[in-house]
T-cell receptor, first 114, second 108 residues
Framework: DSGVTQTPKHLITATGQRVTLRCSPRSGDLSVYWYQQSLDQGLQFLIQYYNGEERAKGNILERFSAQQFPDLHSELNLSSLELGDSALYFC?????????????FGPGTRLLVL | DAKTTQPNSMESNEEEPVHLPCNHSTISGTDYIHWYRQLPSQGPEYVIHGLTSNVNNRMASLAIAEDRKSSTLILHRATLRDAAVYYCILRNNNDMRFGAGTRLTVKP
């Protein structure tokens, strides 16, 4: 158990709909990262938040957005869903030490768009 | 971004050592070498990371070449639970670029 929680575990929805995925980081971790893992694309970095502010952007579509709240939990919003958005979505929180940064991943949310 | 190259798959016998190679010939001086693994149906899990010196922890050892253009993750005694996809990643900024990794199969 990494200490990172994600809800829901599974989500089935239809094309055109909007969903929200939630992530609670490990206690004390200020950074939250979101990743998408699909069968044909592997693990893709989407976006990072640090203490409530966006810090880095990866391959995140304009239909997707995220935010990090004052209690440090984060939400990833996916809108106008397409079949190709079906994937596993992971969040990770991180700790920085004297030898660099380590990410701890949650169990993921499996999204199926029908 | 500096890129890593790993074999697509490797096999090992249970209780034998496993050496998982990673080439990163374009590594920069500030890139850390990270290894993560992903067990079936789970999120990625941190294994080990280092900068220049070899590193050991309870899970594995990381051997880094003197020129830092390659590294090797060493599992000293593979167990069935070590069957996973192993990712070698270079990191010096805020995002991690996962490649395809090496799928390790452990045979009983």
């Amino acid at each position: 158990d990494s200490g990172v929680t994600q809800t829901p575990k599974h989500l089935i929805t239809a094309t055109g709909q909007r969903v929200t995925l939630r992530c609670s980081p490990r206690s004390g971790d200020l950074s939250v990262y979101w990743y998408q893992q699909s069968l044909d694309q592997g693990l893709q970095f989407l976006i990072q938040y640090y203490n409530g502010e966006e810090r880095a952007k990866g391959n995140i579509l304009e239909r997707f957005s995220a935010q990090q709240f004052p209690d440090l939990h984060s939400e990833l919003n996916l809108s106008s869903l397409e079949l190709g958005d079906s994937a596993l979505y992971f969040c990770a929180s991180s700790v920085v030490s004297t030898i660099g940064e380590t990410q701890y991943f949650g169990p993921g949310t499996r999204l199926l768009v029908l | 971004d500096a890129k890593t190259t790993q074999p697509n798959s490797m096999e090992s016998n249970e209780e034998e050592p496993v050496h998982l190679p990673c080439n990163h010939s374009t590594i920069s001086g500030t890139d850390y070498i990270h290894w993560y693994r992903q067990l079936p149906s789970q999120g990625p899990e941190y294994v080990i990371h280092g900068l220049t010196s070899n590193v050991n922890n309870r899970m594995a050892s990381l051997a880094i070449a003197e020129d830092r253009k390659s590294s090797t993750l060493i599992l000293h005694r593979a167990t069935l639970r070590d069957a996973a996809v192993y990712y070698c990643i270079l990191r010096n900024n805020n995002d991690m670029r996962f490649g395809a990794g090496t799928r390790l199969t452990v045979k009983p």
